[in-house]
C-alpha cells in the first residue's frame, strides 16, 4: 500500500512539473533530478527504491526501443564510425581512466573496484541527451552523432561493468576472455534484435488493418527482444537497440496510418511517464546515499564526487576533438551543396565537435548500475564501499545532467551554432518531388478513367501546389495561400476515386524515399504524419458517400 501512494504521489509531482516545465526554461530531465532529490529529504514522504532489475526490465527496453524508433537507419549508418569510436572506444577509454583516477584519489578504493566505478559512469544516457537537446535546433549530424552513440554505449559500458564485478569477487581478470566475451554479447545481442524485429515486421503486415492489436503489440516488443537476448546471453540492450532500428526502417509498410497516429498517442504518453518516473526517481536516491556515509565528512565526499565528475567530462573533451579531427567525422561532403552551405559547415566544426563533447549527460543506466551491487557477497560479507559507489555516481549524473545540461543552450548561444540540416529547405524540396511526380502519375498512370476536362481539373490543385513551391523556394517565405483556395467544383464521385489512388502512389513513393534514404528522415517522418491526416479525413468523406 505505501508503494502504491508513492507512485501516486509521484505522478502527481510528475504532472505538476510537466504544467510549469515551460515556464521555468529548464530542461525537463533537469527539472525532475532537482525536485526528487528535494521530495527525498522531506520528513516521512513515502519514497520508493530504484530496483536494478526493475529499471533494467520496466524501464530501460521501451525507453531505449523508442529513442531507437525515432532514428533513421540511414542516418545512423552515416555515423556509424563516430558513433562506434564514441559508444565503444571513448567508453573503455572512460572506465580506464575514471579507474586510475579513483584508484589514486580514494584511498579505500581497490583496482578491481576502481574498474566497476570507472564502468558505471562511463555511459551517457539516451533518454538525458534527448531531454537536453530537445528543442535546440542542434546540427542534423550533431544529433544523430549523439543519439546514436547514447543507444550503443549502455552496452559496452555494462559488459565492461560486468567484468570488472567477476574480478571483485574472484580476484582474477583474463583480457582475451574479456575481448572474445565482448565480441559474442555485442554481434548476438545485435543479430538477435535483427530476428526480433523481423518477426514482429512479419506479425505486423499480418494484422495491418487492425490498429488496436498492431499498437499493443509495439508494446510488447521491446520486452520480447530484451528477454530473448539475455535468455541467449547476449546483450539485451543492443538486441532493443537492433529491434527498434529495423522495425523503424520497416515502420512505412508495415503500420497503417491508423495505427501510427495511436501508436504515437499512447507511445508519447507511455515515455513522459517512464522518463519522469525514473528522474525522479534517481533525485530520490541521494538522501537515503548519504544516510550510509556518515563516517565521511561532506567535504571530502564533494572532493571525491568533483575529481571522477572533473575526469568524465575532460576525457570527452579530449576524446571528442582528438578523434574528430583525426578521422574528419564532421567532414562536409561537398556533392551538391553551395557555397555558402559549405563555407558554414567548415566554419561551425569545431563548434559542432565541442558541442558533442560537452553533451555527456549521464542518467538511468549509471544508477541502475551502481544499485545493482549486492549488498554483500559471499559468506555475508558487505560489498566494500557499496554507498561510496553510489554517491559518485550520484554526483557525476548531477553534474552531467544538471550542470553541463543547463549550460548547453548558453553555449550554443556563445557560440552562435546554426542547424546546417536546412531542415525547412529539404522539406520544401520533398514536397515538390512529390506534386511534380504526382502529375506525371495523373498524366500517364492513373488507372481511373476521368475525362480531359476532370484531370485537368484534379491536376490543377497540384499544378498550384507546384507553382506556389517553386515562388516560395524562390522567395523562402511561408505559404502565401491556404490549400482552401484551391477547392474545385467537380462530381465528388470521380474525384474521390481520383483521390484514392493518388493517395496509394503517394504513400508508395514516401516509402520508397524512406528506404532509399533519398531526403532527410525528420522531413519524411513530417510529410508522413500530414499524408495521414490526409487519408483520415478521404477515408471519412468515403464512409458518407457509403451511408
Not at 522531506?42 to 521501451?62: A, M, Q
Not at 537536453?132 to 559488459?159: F, P
Not at 564532421?330 to 566554419?347: L, Q, T
Request: glycine content about 6%; overall charge neutral; some cysteine.
Amino acid at each position: 500500500m505505501q508503494h502504491f501512494e508513492a507512485v501516486i504521489l509521484i505522478l502527481a509531482i510528475l504532472v505538476g512539473l510537466s504544467a510549469i516545465a515551460d515556464k521555468v526554461k529548464v530542461p525537463f530531465p533537469i527539472l525532475l533530478v532537482i525536485t526528487g532529490a528535494i521530495v527525498g529529504i522531506i520528513p516521512r514522504f513515502p519514497l520508493l527504491v530504484l530496483d536494478p532489475p526493475v529499471v533494467f526490465l520496466l524501464f530501460l527496453p521501451p525507453l531505449l526501443y523508442d529513442a531507437a524508433s525515432h532514428t533513421s537507419w540511414h542516418e545512423f549508418k552515416a555515423e556509424m564510425l563516430p558513433i562506434s569510436t564514441l559508444a565503444i572506444a571513448l567508453v573503455f577509454f572512460t572506465t580506464i581512466t575514471v579507474a586510475g583516477a579513483a584508484y589514486y584519489f580514494i584511498p579505500e578504493f581497490s583496482l578491481p573496484l576502481a574498474f566497476a566505478l570507472g564502468a558505471i559512469v562511463s555511459p551517457p544516457d539516451a533518454v538525458a541527451a534527448t531531454g537536453i537537446t530537445k528543442g535546440l535546433q542542434l546540427n542534423r549530424r550533431v544529433t544523430t552523432i549523439l543519439e546514436g552513440e547514447s543507444l550503443v554505449n549502455d552496452a559496452s559500458a555494462l559488459i565492461a561493468y560486468r567484468f570488472s564485478y567477476i574480478a571483485i569477487v574472484t580476484g582474477s581478470f583474463v583480457f582475451w576472455e574479456a575481448g572474445l566475451q565482448f565480441l559474442l554479447l555485442v554481434c548476438g545481442g545485435a543479430l538477435s534484435g535483427a530476428l526480433t524485429g523481423f518477426i514482429f515486421v512479419l506479425m505486423h503486415e499480418k494484422i495491418k488493418r487492425n490498429s488496436i492489436v498492431s499498437t499493443s503489440l509495439t508494446l510488447l516488443t521491446p520486452f520480447v527482444s530484451y528477454l530473448l537476448a539475455e535468455m541467449l546471453h547476449t546483450s539485451g540492450v543492443l538486441a532493443v537497440v537492433s529491434t527498434g532500428l529495423f522495425i523503424s526502417w520497416r515502420s512505412p509498410r508495415i503500420f497503417s496510418y491508423q495505427t501510427r497516429m495511436r501508436s504515437k498517442s499512447v507511445w508519447d504518453t507511455l515515455i513522459f511517464i517512464l522518463n519522469g518516473f525514473i528522474f525522479l526517481l534517481i533525485g530520490q536516491q541521494l538522501p537515503m546515499v548519504l544516510r550510509d556515509l556518515e563516517k565521511y565528512s561532506f567535504e571530502i565526499l564533494i572532493f571525491y564526487g568533483l575529481i571522477i565528475s572533473l575526469v568524465v567530462i575532460t576525457v570527452r573533451l579530449m576524446w571528442v576533438f582528438a578523434t574528430a579531427y583525426s578521422q574528419h567525422i564532421f567532414k562536409y561532403k561537398m556533392g551538391g551543396a553551395d557555397f555558402k552551405n559549405i563555407h558554414s559547415e567548415r566554419v561551425n566544426t569545431w563548434k559542432n565537435v565541442l558541442i558533442v563533447g560537452w553533451t555527456g549527460t549521464r542518467g538511468i543506466v549509471s544508477m541502475a548500475t551502481a544499485l545493482s551491487l549486492p549488498l554483500t557477497m559471499e559468506g555475508g560479507i558487505p560489498f566494500p564501499q557499496r554507498s561510496l559507489i553510489l554517491f559518485l555516481t550520484f554526483v557525476v549524473i548531477f553534474v552531467t545532467l544538471v550542470i553541463q545540461g543547463l549550460s548547453l543552450p548558453i553555449l550554443i548561444r556563445i557560440l552562435g551554432v546554426t542547424p546546417t540540416n536546412r531542415s525547412y529547405k529539404n522539406k520544401l524540396e520533398l514536397q515538390l518531388f512529390l506534386a511534380q511526380s504526382i502529375i506525371h502519375f495523373i498524366e500517364n498512370d492513373l488507372l481511373i478513367h476521368l475525362d480531359t476536362n476532370l484531370k485537368d481539373q484534379v491536376k490543377a490543385r497540384y499544378e498550384a501546389t507546384v507553382n506556389q513551391l517553386l515562388k516560395e523556394a524562390e522567395t523562402e517565405n511561408d505559404l502565401a495561400e491556404s490549400s482552401e483556395a484551391h477547392r474545385l467544383l467537380i462530381p465528388l464521385a470521380p474525384i474521390m476515386t481520383a483521390e484514392v489512388e493518388i493517395s496509394k502512389f503517394r504513400r508508395e513513393l514516401l516509402i520508397r524515399l524512406h528506404e532509399d534514404g533519398s531526403f532527410d528522415h525528420q522531413t519524411i517522418k513530417q510529410l508522413e504524419q500530414e499524408l495521414d491526416v490526409d487519408d483520415l479525413k478521404l477515408n471519412k468523406v468515403l464512409k458518407r458517400e457509403d451511408e
